[in-house]
């Protein structure tokens, strides 16, 4: 069987399971004798021994398999719970990953086999003959499944198997049906159960939807096609068809499908149709009672499993292909193009603006449309953080408890890919650097459980992460002693830094605090990769320290990547483009208004002295300076603020972002380009290397 | 793309460019559209041989200047002035030249490779001379003019 299609199914799944897998072994953790999530582990190790073993994915499956008897023996009390059990079993989920990895890389499982872990699973079985107590179940289980059948009646039976018997039609289908009988085209009522150890049974389902309707029309189907795509039906299901292809074609193609266990097919006349229908009716009720009666005996066999097939699952998640997402991104971006073309032609008709307006409410609905779709909530980054942590307080010696909290801030896709790693940084600087040792906690009077904190939450435009920690804070007097010694500042500028600018220096390449090298952080590429990684992103990172309190770092991200408003200014003839949402405001300055602090221009604006920065400088932009005032942007990165002199306004305008191409990847100051509306191209200034 | 080329009787085709009175073939496989000169946007702190950014259908492609890169004069831009726009591993820039003259196909027997020198940088630059015959063509490595091996 080629099961290479589903691979992707079976990567998807296979994660969400073990994300399962990973809340409960962490929850098990902290309660010590929890029955659901004893129940929950193993459902979950069952579920992937089977989606392993329709892959073809040996290795995983026997790992899964030991797990399972293990789990089954806690199940059934006969192992308690202990540290040790709970490594083994986080060492099987962190094997169970490292497998999916390497399926994801290159489609098959690897050779590590793992032993060592199935040695010790199979060392905490010891005493037990787990085979035995394997093969005590397989038996019972068939004869459960078997029984139901065995005692119902000859006759009704064949009706609950026919369930198309029992199933109505509604006016349309009615008609599609006498309609087809009119053209002398077959219908038929066809029900197909599938095998019960039948993994994928909603792909299984796509496959024979395929089948038939390479052979037919399909009218109607029973459960409807959205629930059995969803894997919302038990085993079986029904269809009808019109086809011109005889019964037993269709017998012959169905029964070659793989796991397809049986399948009844009946032709179906519609005729006087109200006295047919109530005698079906009939039967169908008749059957029904039947039904109930083998339902429930088939219930228990699912439990007796331990498995519930048909859970619906809490998160929906829908999986669209990214490049398609980008197809309809560009789409929208080719619309704002032409919008903006619009703009731009000379007409005071009124049509004409109305058509605009038209345009401008189409492309926003449009951009918000589609950038829901490339929402994720930070919930997928952020869940592999307890993990993370609790293997961190292991390996370190500490009390540490994590907190978290707006898991459902959602995010770009691309930035949600991108983050998590600076994050993991970032939350191992707090656990390592961040927090002190429990007796030295005790000391300064704090509890001994060192507190970290990971928050995100929407701000406006931009979406808000910060890590914090109640730890001892960062040492300005230490980092300013540290850079002084490596020679990243001199004595003079050490002087003249506030504290905040001193802490920021561990943004700086090769700069790292801890006094020890540890296997956790302290190699000195830590901040520098993460402020390097954030503003690629878009974003800002600040840091904000209390000593004998704890640090704070403040990611700042955009909320979409693709399309921002932006103030379009111009230098001498050329055209850049701000991004509105980094502007405060804008003003008009006297010449003689600028003062100098430190061969520095600024300006004092209602009490802030704000720095200028000349763009025509900086951009390379020759020309003799003669003008009595200046059309200075004030814009904010983060606490800092500085006044971009322009020489004039264009306007606003929402703009499509471009990125320069491979060629100018190292080009500062320039975060961009976008196409205007006159098809000129404009570069989208870079707030965050320009402040 | 090389070997698919020998397939084809061993025959290769070239554009033929001029810099000043030179002439120069750039491979056709690499080529994607020769376009008159657009306004471009000038980039700031890019290298000297980087013009700028035009826009051609939507996307942003930066221009470079072979001129400066060879360190020959500025570029005069006239009417013939065309950017060829070529794909290297999926990253398209243009190239401005001169002038656009004609397509030419050679056979293997026709192009004589050339050893670069490895103290000259500009060698690099070329790899073959092709002949047509009384005129010689330079071939141009834009794998490596454009930083890119090719």
Known sequence: ?691 | METKQMKNEDIKQFIVVKFGHEQYGINIQIVQNIVRMPNITRVPNAPAYIKGVINLRGEIIPVMSVRVKFELDEDQFTHATRIIIVKVDGNAIGLIVDEVLEVIQLSEAQIEKIVSDADDEKSKYVYAVGKVGEELVTLLNVGSIIGVEE
């Open chain 1, 1 to 691: 069987m080629d099961v290479s299609q589903y691979l992707e199914i079976f990567i998807e799944e296979a994660k969400e399971h073990l994300q399962n897998l990973n809340e409960a072994l962490l929850e098990m953790e902290k309660s010590d004798d929890n029955k659901d999530l004893v129940n929950e582990i193993f459902r979950v190790a069952h579920t992937l021994k089977g989606m392993a073993a329709t892959m073809g994915f040996k290795k995983m499956t026997v790992l899964t398999h030991d797990m399972e008897n293990v789990l089954s023996e806690i199940r059934n009390g006969k192992i308690n719970i202990s540290a040790e059990l709970l490594d083994v079993l986080f060492q099987c989920l962190d094997a169970l990953e490292q497998y999916i990895d390497q399926i994801i890389e290159t489609g098959t499982e690897g050779d590590k086999t793992n032993q060592p872990i199935i040695d010790r699973l199979n060392l905490i079985l010891e005493g037990k003959d787990a085979k035995a107590s394997q093969e005590d179940e397989k038996p019972s289980e068939s004869e459960n499944s078997q029984e139901p059948q065995a005692e119902a009646i000859q006759d009704d039976q064949e009706t609950i198997k026919r369930k198309h018997k029992m199933l109505s039609f509604n006016e349309f289908e009615k008609n599609a049906i006498l309609k087809a009988q009119e053209e002398s085209y077959n219908v038929y009522g066809i029900t197909i159960v599938i095998s019960e150890s039948c993994v994928l049974k909603s792909a299984r389902a796509f496959i024979i939807f395929r089948t038939l309707e390479g052979l037919g029309q399909i009218i109607k189907s029973h459960p409807s096609v959205q629930d059995i795509e969803d894997e919302k039906f038990d085993l079986d299901f029904s269809v009808f068809l019109i086809s011109s292809e005889s019964q037993d074609k269709f017998l012959k193609e169905l029964n070659s499908i793989a796991e397809v266990e049986e399948v009844y097919v009946d032709e179906i006349h519609l005729e006087g149709t109200v006295q047919n229908f109530e005698a079906k009716e009939h039967k169908a009720q008749e059957g029904e009672q039947e039904e109930a009666q083998e339902v429930k005996p088939s219930k228990e066999k699912a439990d007796n499993k331990g498995q519930a097939p048909t859970k619906p699952k809490a998160n929906r998640t829908v999986r669209v292909d990214i490049e398609r997402l980008d197809n309809l991104m560009n789409l929208v971006s080719e619309l704002i193009i032409v919008k903006n073309g619009l703009e731009t032609v000379e007409n005071n008709n009124q049509n004409m603006n109305e058509q605009i307006e038209y345009l401008e409410r189409i492309t926003t609905n449009l951009h918000d449309a589609v950038m829901k779709v490339r929402m994720v909530p930070v919930e997928r980054v952020f869940n592999r953080f307890p993990r993370l942590v609790r293997d961190l307080a292991r390996k370190l010696n500490k009390n540490l408890e994590l907190h978290m909290s707006g898991e459902e801030t959602e995010l770009d896709r691309t930035v949600i890919d991108e983050i998590g790693d600076p994050l993991v940084h970032l939350i191992r600087n707090a656990c390592d650097h961040g927090q002190e040792m429990p007796a030295e906690r005790k000391n300064s009077g704090k509890s001994e459980i060192g507190n970290v904190y990971l928050d995100a939450y929407q701000d406006g435009n931009n979406v808000v992460i910060e890590v914090a920690d109640d730890g001892n804070g960062i040492d300005v007097e230490k980092v300013k002693a540290k850079a002084l010694n490596n020679g990243t500042i001199t004595r003079d500028q050490a002087d003249a830094m506030s504290d905040q600018d001193i802490v920021e220096l561990l943004f700086k390449p090769s700069f790292s605090t801890a006094d020890q090298i540890s296997d956790v952080s302290g190699r000195g590429v830590g901040l520098d990769v993460v402020k390097t990684k954030i503003e690629a992103l878009g974003g800002d990172i600040e840091v904000k320290t209390k000593l004998g309190k704890g640090s704070k770092f403040i990611i700042r991200l955009p909320l979409t990547l693709a399309i921002i408003q932006a103030l379009m200014v111009r230098l001498e003839d050329e055209k850049y483009a701000i991004p509105l949402n980094t502007i405060q405001n804008i003003e008009d300055v006297k010449v003689s208004d600028i003062k100098y602090i430190q061969n520095q221009e600024v300006i004092n604006l209602r009490g802030h002295v704000i720095p200028i920065i000349r763009l025509d400088g900086l951009l390379g932009i020759e020309r003799e300076r003669t003008e009595e005032s200046m059309t200075v942007v004030i814009v904010n990165k983060g606490d800092k603020q500085a006044g971009f002199v322009v020489d004039g306004l264009i306007g606003q305008q929402e703009i499509v972002i471009k990125t320069l191409g491979k060629y100018l990847t190292n080009i500062k100051l320039i975060a961009g380009a976008t196409i205007l509306g006159d098809g000129e191209v404009a570069l989208i200034l870079d707030v965050n290397s320009l402040v």
